[in-house]
Nanobody
Framework: QVQLVESGGGSVQTGGSLKLSCTGS?????????MGWFRQAPGKEREGVAA???????SYADSVKGRFTISQDNAKNTLCLQMNSLKPEDTAMYYC???????????????????????WGQGTQVTVS
């Protein structure tokens, strides 16, 4: 059974930084995968933050470009999100997700961020005052 666990959330002041980590277990590395970070604030829809494909290609929401960086360490089954210059609007529960197909395929089939697809962690709270 695939399990993802997020960590690194917390409370920071505007302009501060946090690094989120997502550690996976229960699966073997696949040549094709799409891993991403999503967030959801109270009363808001879940939105995509960043994603990284099998070939290392990355994509970011316009709201976080230049501030957030997504990375992966396949040997350690770890996905990270470095968040800098944090703003109050970044306050949300952050979730990581993995699908064992490429991000290109995920996008073409309208699968990105679907809560009923892939594997999800339970989330880690980020609060920016």
């Amino acid at each position: 059974q695939v399990q993802l666990v997020e960590s690194g959330g917390g409370s920071v002041q505007t302009g501060g930084s946090l690094k989120l980590s997502c550690t996976g277990s229960g699966y073997i590395h696949y040549d094709r995968h799409c891993m991403g970070w999503f967030r959801q604030a109270p009363g808001k829809e879940r939105e995509g933050v960043a994603a990284i494909d099998s070939d290392g290609s990355t994509s970011y929401a316009d709201s976080v470009k230049g501030r957030f960086t997504i990375s992966q360490d396949n040997a350690k089954n770890t996905l990270c999100l470095q968040m800098n210059s944090l703003k109050p609007e970044d306050t949300a529960m952050y979730y990581c997700q993995v699908e064992f197909i490429s991000c290109t395929v995920v996008t073409m089939h309208g699968r990105m961020g679907r809560p009923d697809l892939g594997y999800w962690g339970q989330g880690t709270q980020v609060t920016v005052s």
